[in-house]
């Protein structure tokens, strides 16, 4: 058959576009679902609650000095991704974005009378947590900041679970699986 030039390129085109997506159109990722979505909806839930919770706190600093630290509201992004292994079969990760502000004052009370305010900023910090399901329940794997400082080079460090289980407003206690 003998077809105009145009025409047969178009075909070509078409067949050639067709047979590199059949093969992807069964590819497509399964959703993740049941138990594995459930725990790790539960355990971004609980994360955002606690984070949401923390207040400044007040600390000495050097002598005569009172330091007051605060955090605003972090952004929660939890994500899970299906594997193909079959004992680790979900893997998560929770990034959290949040802000440290600091002032210091000479007397604990004038410390605790400070309004934070944008001014007051230190550093904006990511903090990523990664998780694995084994089936049956999330566990905690790893950990890390990233702390962005003005006029200063950014610092990324390994979190422990202590680190991360630590009491009070600079852990991430609820982040973690019970």
């Not at 992004?77 to 502000?101: C, F, H, L």
């Not at 794997?141 to 202590?162: C, H, S, V, Y």
Request: aromatic letters at 6%.
């Amino acid at each position: 058959m003998n077809m105009p030039s145009p025409l047969r390129s178009a075909l070509l085109l078409m067949a050639a576009t067709l047979t590199l997506t059949l093969p992807l159109l069964g590819c497509k990722k399964p959703e993740v679902s049941g138990p594995a979505q459930t725990g790790f909806d539960a355990l971004a839930a609980a994360c955002t609650q606690a984070l949401a919770a923390r207040e400044p706190h007040v600390r000495p600093g050097g002598v005569g000095e009172w330091i007051k630290t605060g955090y605003s509201p972090a952004l929660v992004q939890p994500e899970v991704t299906r594997t193909e292994s079959a004992v680790t079969p979900y893997v998560g990760k929770i990034v959290i974005k949040d802000n440290e502000a600091q002032a210091a004052a000479t007397t604990e009370a004038a410390a605790q009378a400070i309004t934070l305010t944008p001014a007051h900023l230190l550093s904006n910090r990511t903090h990523t947590f990664i998780y694995s399901f084994d089936g049956k329940q999330w566990r905690w794997q790893n950990g890390q900041r990233l702390t962005k400082i003005p006029g200063q080079n950014d610092r990324l460090e390994a979190l422990t679970l202590a680190d991360v289980n630590a009491a009070g407003p600079k852990g991430f206690a609820g982040c973690l699986p019970r």
